[in-house]
Each structure stands twice: as C-alpha cells, then as structure tokens.
DNA sequence: GAGTGGTCTAGACCACGCA
DNA sequence: GCGTGGTCTAGACCACTCC
C-alpha cells in the first residue's frame, strides 16, 4: 500500500517553467529588463520552443511580461489602475473625462446593441470612436452608440463626420438628464481594429466593458470599451487610488 | 480610393478558422450541442491540429465553446451575469448575499494583501474561503483576509477551523459600520487551489475581483475572488438585470 | 479499452523592428 | 540583413471520462 511516492504528480512542464520563470522576475529581473529570446530560453530550459511560449504566453496574460514581434520580450511594470466605474452620473464626453473623441459615423448596430438600446435592429445610430491613453501609453478603445432620439437637436450643419462631429454629438448627449448607468465587464478578444489602437495583436486578450447610459426611461446611450486586459487594472467606485502589487496567482501560503 | 483590395492580406489561418466557426456557431450549432473532436475539425479544414486548437481556445476564451478533457467540445450557454458590485454598503456574509462559506484557517497574506490591509507583512489573519454558485455551476472562488483586529470579540470558545468558524469571523465582522468599499478587476489565471473549486483546468483565465472594506477609517478586510472568465459577466451597480447576448467581439460593421 | 482533449517535440517559414 | 516573436506542421504520448 504504497501512497509514501514523493508522486511527482505530473505537474506540466509549461507551469513548472512559469513558477520559475515567476520567480527568477521576482527576484532577479527589474521592470523594463529584456529576456533572452525563445530559443535561448527554451535551449536553456530543455524544453521545446513551443513549450517555453505556452509559459510566456500566460505569464504576458498575467501582465508579467511584454513581447513584441521583432523586439523580445520585456518585463512589464506593474498593471495600470484605470478608473472606470468611478464617474457615476457623468455623461460620457463630460468635461474632464479621460477620453479623446477621434471620429463619428453612422451605422447598423450589433444585434446585441441594438437590444439593449432597444432600437430596431436595422436602425442606424450614431457612433463614436474614442481612445484613452494613460502614462502615455493606450490603454482602452471605445464605440459609444447614440440613437438619433437622444441626440433630437444636432444641427444638420455640423460637420457630417470626424471628430467635430464626435464633439457635437457628445455636446447634444449632455443636455439630456443622465438618472443612472450600469456597467459589466467581461473577457474578450481584441477585434483587428482594436487591435490596432491598442498597439496589440489582434486577438489579445481585452477587458470588454459595457455600460448603459440611462435618461428619460430609456437607454440613451451603450458604450462598448475594450481594454488591454495585460495592462490594465480596471477600479471600480474608489475615493482615493492605491497604486500597489499585481500577481492575481498567489494566495495565500 | 481603392479600400478594394482583394488584398490576401496574410490573414493567419487559425484567425479565418475562428471567423468561420464563429458563423457556423451561430447559425447551425445550438447550446450544448457537441461539435467533432480535434483531429476530425482539422482534417476537415485541411490544418494541423494545433492551428485549430489555437482557433477553438479563442473561442473558448470568449466564451462560444467548452471544452473537456475525456469528454469532448460543446456549444456554451451565453456567459451568465453575476451581480459583483451592487451589494455596496454590505459586508460579506450579510444576509442573502451568493456565497457560501467554505473553511476559514489563519494565515499571513501575500504581500500584496498585506499592503492593501496595513499590516505588517508577516502577521496573520484571519482566511475564510467561500465559493460561489449559480444556475448549478461554481462561478467564483473566494478568499477573504480579516485582520484579527477586525473581529476582536471572537469568541475563543468557537471552532478553530471549518465552517462553523468561518461563519462566526463573518458575523463579528458584521458589527462594525462599513463606510465604503472600492473594487478592482483584472485577468489572471487559476491556481490550482482555484482551478479545482471552479471545474476547471490550472491557469484558466480567469477575472480577479479585489475589494477593500473600510471601516473605522482602515482597510477591514479583503476580498480577493476569481471569477470563470469563460462563462462569466460581471455586472457592476445595476438595477435590473438584462439577460442579453454575448460576443464582445463582433463591432460596429 | 476506446475516444476525447491536454501536453510536448523538433523542426520550418513568415512578419516585423531596427540598424 | 539580421534577430525577434508569430504561425504552422506532423507527428507522439499522456490524463481523463465513459462504457
């Protein structure tokens, strides 16, 4: 009745090399700092290239690490604390928002969209592309949806698309009385265009946060906003911002 | 302006297999439906099996397909909201909240906890595990840091572990007047600790709530829960739920 | 034991950033 | 042009579930 094995318990060698890849950053690594490339690694390692990446890839995922294609592979600061339910009550495009307009156009909106917006679902809307950038660096992309209703006075005189456009309509939005908004989060994968704004490959993982702006008894407003899910920390309603740790692997001993 | 390009723009393959599966999904698989196994879909799409696995665990990660070991792929269920910030002003373990307490031992924290509680980095606290279900399935995993000086009349005569001790630190916490409370989300994976209470593989991705509870002008307590980032939408500061769609992918057209 | 998804290998070529 | 990470292949074996 031998259960005395030490049981090697066949723990893959893609974790064990991320433990330890762990904690060579930990304590040997400095943010910033360049790895050596795969193959050096993965040489160094005795594993495969393709094993050594399945490690990286979630320890990037994890916001340890940063690759780039024709660069190497960096060590990441700690994630970014990006506030994003903290402006209850606001209109997006309020003055002070972390947000820059970039364009306007009008489209068919995604069936889902169309549902929480509760328009037809051949309804054209307008929508607008913003970005947000902190410390310099891209953090989240955004498709803000606006029913013509809840915009009823834009002139017809303002400029037909681009950003001035973008500014009149989110100059209209803020005449309406905003009573509430609700928000979600949920994991997703950067859409090409995305991609592009974020300075990511396309499919990278992304925080998709969905918010629904209320006024008058209805959904005035949806914005779609995708963030970088390796950089960012999203925070919800707090006063003041702690700026500390990452690592949502360890727990407690 | 030629935006005409029939343009092969070297679009890899697993991105195009997603893209295509994505559509057969929506249009000739329904929930719980099970698709061919690996090797069937990539002799049928003329790839190897790995290139389709990377397309199958993007789909994974958005939350389209399941996947188990020995069993096989299925269609998933649209993600489920789960309510995360709307119960502000309440402890946890108040009355009628979704989660159900597991264990509760002492321990010292990481250090990140530690920081975030304003202890010193080797004192210990009290850990109480909980876990969260809904529609049936394990959604969430917890656990909770209490400092010893947030639940000072705990009765000595209490068990010193398990259940019973884990709902009398929730209780005592319950006396004191909880000012505020802030929250942060970001990805990370499953421990294997995790991994096991969710149904899942280690390292699955999943959404890591923090939440701080200030009380008596500190930090009372810390609330670090993962969430199933595949089957999950976390809902902040809603009213009324809307049970409604998925795909963060798919944008304006 | 049969069939599934999960891990791993040892190659190859490609796209990209930079000097 | 060189070095990087990104994609892809065609195999192999393993862990698991179910019959």
């Not at 030490?6 to 762990?22: F, G, N, R």
Request: glycine share 8%.
């Amino acid at each position: 009745m031998g259960t005395t094995q030490a049981d090697p318990v066949q723990e893959p060698k893609y974790w064990h090399l991320k433990t330890v890849l762990t904690e060579a950053l930990d304590s040997e690594f400095s943010v910033g700092e360049i790895l050596p490339n795969e193959r050096d690694l993965a040489a160094r390692f005795g594993v495969a290239r393709a094993t050594l990446r399945q490690a990286l890839e979630q320890l990037e995922l994890e916001g340890r690490l940063q690759r780039r294609r024709g660069v190497g592979t960096t060590v990441a600061p700690p994630r970014v604390g990006v506030a994003v339910g903290s402006e209850r009550h606001l209109w997006p495009g309020a003055a002070g928002d972390a947000w820059q307009p970039a364009d306007c156009t009008s489209a068919v909106p995604p069936a889902a969209v169309a549902d929480l917006l509760q328009t037809a679902r051949d309804e054209r809307v307008h929508t607008v592309r913003r970005s947000r950038v902190t410390h310099g660096q891209p953090v989240a992309a955004e498709l803000l949806y606006i029913p013509a209703s809840s915009v009823p006075d834009l002139s017809a005189i303002d400029a037909p698309s681009g950003t001035a456009r973008a500014r009149a309509v989110l100059r209209e939005l803020q005449r309406a009385d905003l009573e509430d908004q609700d928000q979600a989060v949920e994991l997703g994968s950067a859409s090409a265009e995305d991609a592009k704004e974020l300075d990511r490959l396309p499919g990278a993982p992304v925080l998709v946060v969905t918010t629904r702006y209320h006024a008058g008894g209805r959904t005035a407003a949806v914005s779609v906003a995708t963030y970088r899910a390796d950089t960012c920390r999203l925070t919800f309603g707090a006063s003041g911002r702690v700026e500390i740790h990452h690592d949502p692997e360890r727990r407690a001993s």
